[in-house]
């Protein structure tokens, strides 16, 4: 549905959530100048888990436990796979966490269940990753 309130009650939350999100998270990245385990630079807080943890939360807040559960249990794998690969401490994953979550807290507001939803698998170059998609209301 692209009606107004679909975009009003979906889209403009997660685009909320997403934008502070990043914003937050890439101000950090620019003002801490933390190295990562690998060496490189801009390692505080964790951009993927951030933004896995914001669309998490939203799940959970917007659907409920059905949707929020999974969603938390694959953003608690990408915050592993950050620390595992070398990409990140433990104190970035969790702080990345705490920023996606907090942004989709506050702008996401509950509805009744998800009626519809896809999981959509992709390969890249150096991984995978799994997309939701679902309509607007």
Same mark, same amino acid.
């Given at each position: 549905?692209? #009606? &107004?309130?679909? &975009?009003?009650?979906?889209? $403009?939350? *997660?685009?909320?959530?997403?934008v502070t999100t990043v914003a937050i998270t890439e101000g950090l990245k620019y003002s801490v100048h933390e190295t990562r385990p690998n060496g490189s630079s801009r390692s505080f807080p964790s951009g993927h888990t951030s933004v896995?943890?914001?669309s998490a939360t939203f799940l959970?807040?917007?659907?409920g436990s059905e949707w929020? *559960?999974?969603a938390y249990a694959l953003a608690s794998l990408v915050a592993d796979s950050r620390v595992h690969e070398k990409e990140h401490y433990w104190k970035? &994953? &969790?702080a990345?966490? $705490?920023?996606?979550?907090g942004a989709s807290h506050y702008f996401t507001t509950h509805v009744a269940g998800l009626k519809q939803a896809w999981i959509v698998p992709s390969v890249a170059h150096?991984?995978? #990753?799994?997309? $939701?998609?679902?309509?607007?209301d």
């Amino acid at each position: 549905d692209t #009606s &107004v309130t679909g &975009v009003q009650t979906c889209a $403009l939350p *997660i685009s909320k959530s997403f934008v502070t999100t990043v914003a937050i998270t890439e101000g950090l990245k620019y003002s801490v100048h933390e190295t990562r385990p690998n060496g490189s630079s801009r390692s505080f807080p964790s951009g993927h888990t951030s933004v896995a943890f914001q669309s998490a939360t939203f799940l959970q807040e917007r659907y409920g436990s059905e949707w929020g *559960i999974p969603a938390y249990a694959l953003a608690s794998l990408v915050a592993d796979s950050r620390v595992h690969e070398k990409e990140h401490y433990w104190k970035d &994953v &969790v702080a990345g966490g $705490l920023i996606g979550f907090g942004a989709s807290h506050y702008f996401t507001t509950h509805v009744a269940g998800l009626k519809q939803a896809w999981i959509v698998p992709s390969v890249a170059h150096h991984g995978m #990753s799994l997309s $939701l998609w679902a309509p607007l209301d």
